[in-house]
């Protein structure tokens, strides 16, 4: 267990639709990252914040987006789903913006 | 372009036959290079980070190597415990983080 909580497990939804998915870091990390993982293209970096603010940017799509709170749990919407959004959703924390990423178990998104 | 790659794609071993996992980079500006293992279904699990040339990291049957260009993944006697995909990633200038599509272990009894 890598102290890092996701939020749902799985989630089913319908395409054009939008959802929420939730993320609580490590006790003590500030950073958190989102990936996504599809089968055909590995894991690919989202976005990063750190206490609160946007860091880095990677793959991310105009119809996502996320933001950190306060109290530095992480949340990545994702609007106007298509069948290709269907993928593992991890989110990963570090104490610092170069330190060791630790991953949570990620959620699984299916769109039909 | 910065990338990552990954070799070999899948990689079959009898217990006990030793081998290594290559992962080659090309990033502006290394900031560090990590190594996780994930289960199918699973999170990426931490094993090592390397921050520069010539460093070495070792635990249990795992020891990773890192040059200028490419890090090394040494497996000696593995285990069917072993069997896992390999992960590697490399954060770049700018904060970027780029992961390989992984090495996919099988070690059979």
């Known amino acids: 267990d890598s102290g890092v909580t996701q939020t749902p497990k799985h989630l089913i939804t319908a395409t054009g639709q939008r959802v929420t998915l939730r993320c609580s870091p490590r006790s003590g990390d500030l950073s958190v990252y989102w990936y996504q993982q599809s089968l055909d293209q590995g894991l690919q970096f989202l976005i990063q914040?750190?206490?609160?603010?946007?860091?880095a940017k990677g793959n991310i799509l105009e119809r996502f987006s996320a933001q950190q709170f306060p109290d530095l749990h992480s949340e990545l919407n994702l609007s106007s789903l298509e069948l290709g959004d269907s993928a593992l959703y991890f989110c990963?924390?570090?104490?610092?913006?170069?330190?060791?990423?630790?991953f949570g178990p990620g959620t699984r998104l299916l769109v039909l | 372009e910065d990338q990552v790659t990954q070799s070999p794609e899948a990689l079959r071993l009898q217990e006990g036959e030793s081998s290594s996992l290559n992962c080659s980079y090309t990033v502006s500006g290394l900031r560090g290079l990590f190594w996780y293992r994930q289960d199918p279904g699973k999170g990426p699990e931490f094993l090592f980070t390397?921050?520069?040339a010539g460093e070495e990291k070792e635990k249990e049957r795992l020891k990773a190597t890192l040059t200028k260009k490419e890090s090394f993944l040494h497996i000696t006697a593995p285990k069917p415990e072993d069997s896992a995909t390999y992960l590697c990633?490399?954060?770049?200038?700018?904060?970027?983080?780029?992961f390989g599509t992984g090495t996919s272990l099988t070690v059979i009894p």
């Open positions: 990963a924390s570090s104490v610092d913006v170069q330190e060791t990423q630790y």
């Open positions: 990633a490399v954060q770049g200038f700018g904060n970027q983080f780029y």
């Open positions: 390397l921050y520069s």
């Open positions: 914040y750190y206490n609160g603010e946007e860091r």
